[in-house]
């Protein structure tokens, strides 16, 4: 039987070979591309997830635990107050850095708000663990002069998160193992870092008395600022002769 002429070997114009190998090329670095493109969107989502949830973590989680932590050992330590009370008034010479040396309770930012306050504005030492730190060299509590405190807006507890919505005439209340200190708000202020004369002595040229004042930074979430209350001493309660009346009413049992 006779076969047919030899079948020839299928083969491209070399320009076509050349064009479809181009081709592959081309499309395989596309593929390269958009893989490219894809994981460096995923990451920047996974980054992005990461700068919101720390934050939200922070503020919806963890800082209403420490809180609570702080209001419960505030509870503590009100009850060693009237167990142990001390006949004398606080000298700044008696307090190391980090003591827990007294109370503050502000109806204007709950009516059960009570947290302690520690000596010092140190961040790891005081403000952090503790809540509220005095600054040293400032006065004590009903001492002539300026008790100055700061705190944290949004995390470590945020004792300081509200007190942008303080008012003039509201109670700022200081127990320590003396008594109690009811100062009245007088006005507020958005300082800038570097203004300590909202802590000095006499910070509204009003003359000689007794101030308290609260520092904490604003805008929430950020450090640029200061925001600054100010309060003046109405009133003070020798432990002997009890409580002012916001605090039997919202704290009975001390």
């Given at each position: 039987m006779r076969l047919g002429p030899k079948a020839e070997a299928f083969s491209?114009?070399?320009?076509?070979?050349?064009?479809t190998l181009g081709m592959v090329a081309k499309m395989g670095s596309e593929v390269v591309k958009l893989r490219l493109r894809s994981w460096l969107g995923g990451l920047l989502i996974v980054v992005g997830l990461a700068a919101v949830s720390v934050p939200l973590y922070?503020?919806?989680?963890?800082?209403?635990?420490?809180?609570?932590?702080?209001?419960?050992?505030?509870?503590?330590?009100?009850?060693?107050?009237?167990?142990?009370?001390?006949?004398?008034?606080?000298?700044?010479?008696?307090?190391?850095?980090?003591?827990i040396f007294g109370l503050l309770y502000a109806p204007r930012?709950?009516?059960?708000?009570r947290r302690p306050i520690g000596q010092g504005t140190s961040v790891e030492q005081v403000l952090n663990p503790v809540g509220i730190g005095h600054y040293l060299g400032t006065?004590?509590?009903?001492?002539?002069?300026?008790?100055?405190?700061?705190?944290?807006?949004?995390?470590?507890?945020?004792?300081f998160n509200n007190i942008d919505?303080?008012?003039?005439?509201?109670?700022?209340?200081?127990?320590t193992q003396w008594g109690w200190y009811d100062y009245k708000v007088i006005g507020s202020k958005v300082v800038q870092p570097s203004e300590r004369w909202v802590?000095?002595?006499?910070?509204?040229?009003?003359?000689?008395?007794?101030?308290?004042?609260?520092?904490?930074?604003?805008?929430?979430?950020t450090a640029a600022q200061r925001?600054?209350?100010?309060?003046?001493?109405?009133?003070?309660?020798?432990?002997?002769?009890?409580?002012?009346?916001?605090?039997?009413?919202?704290h009975p049992t001390n």
């Open positions: 491209l114009p070399e320009t076509t070979a050349i064009y922070q503020e919806l989680i963890q800082s209403p635990m420490e809180a609570g932590n702080q209001a419960a050992e505030a509870k503590q330590i009100a009850g060693g107050f009237a167990r142990n009370p001390h006949p004398s008034r606080l000298t700044n010479a008696k307090l190391k850095v980090g003591q930012l709950g009516t059960t708000f006065a004590l509590p009903g001492q002539v002069g300026n008790f100055a405190l700061a705190a944290h807006r949004t995390t470590h507890g945020a004792a919505t303080f008012v003039p005439g509201d109670d700022i209340v200081v127990e802590i000095q002595a006499d910070p509204l040229h009003l003359g000689a008395d007794r101030y308290i004042t609260l520092t904490t930074c604003t805008p929430r979430y925001l600054i209350v100010w309060g003046k001493l109405a009133k003070s309660y020798p432990r002997a002769g009890g409580a002012p009346s916001q605090i039997v009413v919202n």
